[in-house]
T-cell receptor
Framework: AQRVTQPEKLLSVFKGAPVELKCNYSYSGSPELFWYVQYSRQRLQLLLRHISRESIKGFTADLNKGETSFHLKKPFAQEEDSAMYYCALRRPPSSNTGKLIFGQGTTLQVKP | EAGVAQSPRYKIIEKRQSVAFWCNPI?????LYWYQQILGQGPKLLIQ????????DSQLPKDRFSAERLKGVDSTLKIQPAKLEDSAVYLCASSSRTENTGELFFGEGSRLTVL
């Protein structure tokens, strides 16, 4: 069964500290992994996808197939990074369904 | 471009009553999703449409939930009769099939409270 696990409900750090939001997944094939973010009073939106290998707002995430993980990292947290972060999995694009399976979410709180 | 529109934003009903939510996706997006998000949990897919056909409704409680997407544009999600455990935010999302990037565009959600 496909599953996404985010072990931390809340991660609290001080401004300028490094951040790592953990995500583990279970899937027998080669999935696509995403990070979505929801800022206060805003819609859920895409932050980054693993196939793009890009850095968005200073965040990066590397897919580790051996450990089945897709942790989100940022070297220096900013107060505006405070939000709810969701890791999500999708079966390969060849599948006729683009549905995303979401983890439970982690609240990131960056203190001044 | 206009985003995904949902209404109503908030709804309070008593158990065993019925409720309907409406969604208008981004223009040109063929794929439409309804997700249920219970407090403290991640969004869970209820149903996915491709144009006006159902692609996946495996997690839709069909004894009480129904959804339709007439003409392949707007969609309505209905709950009848509602139970206490249906209290949640109902998120509508759409995506472009031609781009197939995996990016879903979400609406603001409809928050349902069942008393």
């Amino acid at each position: 069964a496909q599953r996404v696990t985010q072990p931390e409900k809340l991660l609290s750090v001080f401004k300028g500290a490094p951040v790592e939001l953990k995500c583990n997944y279970s899937y027998s094939g080669s999935p696509e992994l995403f990070w979505y973010v929801q800022y206060s009073r805003q819609r859920l939106q895409l932050l980054l996808r693993h196939i793009s290998r890009e850095s968005i707002k200073g965040f990066t995430a590397d897919l580790n197939k051996g450990e089945t993980s897709f942790h989100l990292k940022k070297p220096f947290a900013q107060e505006e990074d405070s939000a709810m972060y969701y890791c999500a999995l999708r079966r390969p694009p060849s599948s006729n369904t683009g549905k995303l399976i979401f983890g439970q979410g982690t609240t990131l709180q960056v203190k001044p | 471009e206009a985003g995904v529109a949902q209404s109503p934003r908030y709804k309070i009903i008593e158990k065993r009553q019925s409720v309907a939510f409406w969604c208008n996706p981004i223009s040109g997006h063929a794929t439409l999703y309804w997700y249920q998000q219970i407090l403290g949990q991640g969004p869970k897919l209820l149903i996915q449409f491709q144009n006006n056909g159902v692609v996946d409704d495996s997690q839709l409680p069909k004894d009480r939930f129904s959804a339709e997407r007439l003409k392949g544009v707007d969609s309505t999600l209905k709950i009848q009769p509602a139970k206490l455990e249906d209290s949640a935010v109902y998120l509508c999302a759409s995506s472009s099939r031609t781009e197939n990037t995996g990016e879903l565009f979400f609406g603001e959600g409809s928050r349902l409270t069942v008393l």
